[in-house]
């Protein structure tokens, strides 16, 4: 199994930033396409950010352009997502993602993180 372990999270005024990381234990990291997925509670599992294995394309859904940034270290095994313009909407438990191929669509994933939980205030 690859591990994804993240880290990051935190309680955040409106407006302020929060950068997360995921560690990943695969050698083969570089390989992967990776994601970021939130769920926030009564609500489905989104995609909020994803970068190719090159990081040479990067996907944000229209919620979180503009103010989320999604990048890669290869040589670290680490994934980064910087948020900034946080808005009280934007909480949810936040999930880094690993797939073997192309596409980073929830079904298909490969390797999941068990989430870290940001928390947006007003």
């Known amino acids: 199994q690859v591990q994804l372990v993240e880290s990051g999270g935190g309680l955040v005024q409106a407006g302020g930033s929060l950068r997360l990381s995921c560690a990943a234990s695969?050698?083969?990291?570089?390989?992967?396409?990776m994601g970021w997925f939130r769920q926030a509670p009564g609500k489905e599992r989104e995609i909020v950010a994803s970068v190719s294995w090159s990081a040479y394309t990067t996907y944000y859904p229209d919620s979180v352009k503009g103010r989320f940034t999604i990048s890669r270290d290869n040589a670290k095994n680490t994934l980064y997502l910087q948020m900034n313009s946080l808005k009280p909407e934007d909480t949810a438990v936040y999930y880094c993602?690993?797939?073997?191929?192309?596409?980073?669509?929830?079904?298909?994933?490969?390797?999941w993180g068990k989430g870290t939980l940001v928390t947006v205030s007003s």
């Open positions: 695969a050698r083969t990291f570089s390989t992967y396409a």
């Open positions: 993602a690993a797939s073997k191929s192309r596409a980073t669509n929830i079904q298909a994933i490969d390797y």
